[in-house]
Nanobody, 124 residues
């Protein structure tokens, strides 16, 4: 069982930056594909960014490209989402998610473990 705990959300003005953090339990963190997803009121949950356990280039949604950066520290069991140039449309609950060990994902599907979510609100 993997537990994920997000932190770092809050209220920010448009153009500002926030850094979300996700702490994961478990001894095989490096084998998880990790993702950040978000859900705004009345909208479907969408994948914002992800990093595969096998390495390679991270995935970013078009809305996140050039503004958000996902990173992970396998030694600390942590994954981060640096969000710059925030826009009001970035307002959502942000979730950290993990697959099973060596799991694969297709878009927002395939994640087994979820954090409780952290609210990000961007004012105009």
């Amino acid at each position: 069982q993997v537990q994920l705990v997000e932190s770092g959300g809050g209220l920010m003005q448009a153009g500002g930056s926030l850094r979300l953090s996700c702490a994961a339990s478990g001894r095989t963190f490096s084998s998880y594909t990790m993702g950040w997803l978000r859900q705004a009121p009345g909208k479907e949950r969408e994948l914002v960014a992800s990093m595969r356990w096998s390495g390679g280039s991270p995935y970013y949604a078009d809305s996140a490209k050039g503004r958000f950066t996902i990173s992970r520290d396998n030694a600390k069991n942590m994954v981060y989402l640096q969000m710059n140039s925030l826009k009001p449309e970035d307002t959502a609950v942000y979730y950290c998610a993990a697959t099973d060990p060596y799991g694969t994902t297709v878009g927002r599907h395939g994640y087994t473990y979820w954090g409780q979510g952290t609210q990000v609100t961007v004012s105009s």
